[in-house]
């Protein structure tokens, strides 16, 4: 999750802005869903495997 800074009031169409995100979450969610790989398991020395 990445944290914006925000200086001043919020913009007057903020609910839109929300509403726009979450739908992007969810996307993400959706393609992130079906995972035919098998996790890489990355040991101590950083290497794969």
Do not use: F
Request: proline letters at 12%; glycine letters at 6%.
């Amino acid at each position: 999750m990445m944290l914006k800074t925000v200086y001043g009031p919020p913009p007057a169409d903020q609910e839109r802005i929300e509403a726009v995100e979450q739908e992007e979450e969810s996307c993400i969610r959706e393609q992130e869903a079906p995972a035919a790989a098998p996790p890489v398991v990355v040991n101590s020395s950083g290497a794969a495997g």
